[in-house]
């Protein structure tokens, strides 16, 4: 069996910096969603919910989409600025 590589229950360590960059371009779950499905990235509202709230792992199309919709960096999102 593959140890876990996060020490904690969350699934993600970016969700709560999606939160936040999410809030700041004034756009809601929903319209997140709407946006990366215009890059063909389907994640629903509900998805987007248990990222932010770290109750969902997050692929690396999905980081990428995220970070190109909110217009932040990957390093934004993993917290190294």
């Given at each position: 069996?593959?140890?876990?590589?996060?020490?904690?229950?969350?699934?993600?360590?970016?969700?709560?910096?999606?939160?936040?960059?999410?809030?700041q371009a004034g756009l809601s779950q929903k319209q997140l969603s709407e946006k990366?499905?215009?890059?063909?990235?389907?994640?629903?509202?509900?998805s987007i919910s248990r990222i932010e709230n770290g109750q969902r792992a997050i692929t690396d199309i999905e980081i990428d989409a995220i970070s190109k919709v909110l217009n932040v960096s990957l390093d934004y999102l993993f917290g190294r600025e």
């Open positions: 069996m593959m140890k876990r590589i996060l020490d904690s229950e969350k699934l993600n360590v970016i969700g709560p910096r999606v939160r936040e960059a999410r809030i990366l499905e215009l890059l063909a990235v389907y994640t629903c509202r509900g």
